[in-house]
């Protein structure tokens, strides 16, 4: 059984279709990247699958390995948390909240995963430092640990190295790519697609439609992707 299975999905906006009859599934293991044109409803999507916007029609099935309390989640860069007064162990920890249910303290076991997780990511020597003070690329390590906190199954990232320098987004790449061939599941959004079909296993082209849903082999092959590639093809249907 998948690990989620999207059946259907519509979201509206003001009344007005922003995505609609989208259906696919999310098996362990894969590494997804979501790609289409700026308001093709790459974010939306995702926010409709981790409940945080309400969704119009369709259903989502999740398996009884996944909560969807415990998918981790970087969404996408906000100005505002460049400025978050607190240190890196702090924000990463945090990470760790909606496993804790009702409990008022971090266990041992909360802060020996952050550092684990820190460690993971080459961030553990900044644990005491200020968020707030750290560079851009940093700052995403952060995240990236923190969404770890909340997962060992699966993370949703959207756009995660938007607004880093190439140097950076190389790393945070293989970073990504670790992590999924260590087992965590990935579904992330990105707005570069040649980094898509180098990294990622299946695409999902959405273009407020599904567009296309496959392996990245086959969207390489389909007329989708040469013509969101390389500008090939003036017709985005597909055989």
């Known amino acids: 059984m998948p690990l989620i299975s999207v059946q259907n999905l519509s979201v509206y906006y003001d009344r007005k279709p922003v995505l609609s009859d989208i259906s696919f599934d999310v098996e ?54 460049k400025d978050f007064p607190a240190s890196v162990f702090e924000v990463v920890l945090s990470g760790c909240l909606n496993q804790m249910r009702l409990k008022p303290f971090y266990s041992s076991r909360e802060k ?28 995403q390590r952060v995240l990236l640990a923190r969404a770890l906190c909340a997962t060992d199954k699966i993370l949703f990232l959207d756009e995660p190295v938007s607004g880093l320098d190439p140097k950076i987004t ?48 086959n969207y390489l092959k389909s007329k989708t992707g040469k013509m969101f590639l390389w500008g090939g093809e003036n017709d985005r249907s597909d055989s």
Request: charged share 20%.
């Open 28 to 81: 362990q293991g894969d590494y997804i990247c979501i790609v289409g044109e700026n308001g093709s409803g790459k974010t939306t999507l995702m926010k409709g699958i981790l409940g945080l916007i309400p969704i119009k029609n369709g259903s989502l099935i999740f398996d009884e390995r996944v909560k969807l309390s415990h998918i981790g989640y970087l969404p996408q860069y906000n100005p505002v948390q």
């Open 170 to 217: 190389t790393e945070f790449y293989e970073i990504i790519k670790e992590l999924n061939q260590s087992g965590i599941t990935v579904v992330m959004i990105s707005h570069d697609v040649k980094a898509a079909v180098k990294n990622a296993s299946k695409i999902l082209h959405l273009d407020k439609n599904l567009v296309f849903f496959g392996t990245t082999e």
């Open 112 to 139: 020996t995963k952050a550092k684990s997780n820190m460690a993971q990511l080459g961030i553990l020597d900044i644990k005491n430092k200020s968020y707030k003070t750290l560079s851009g690329g940093q700052q």
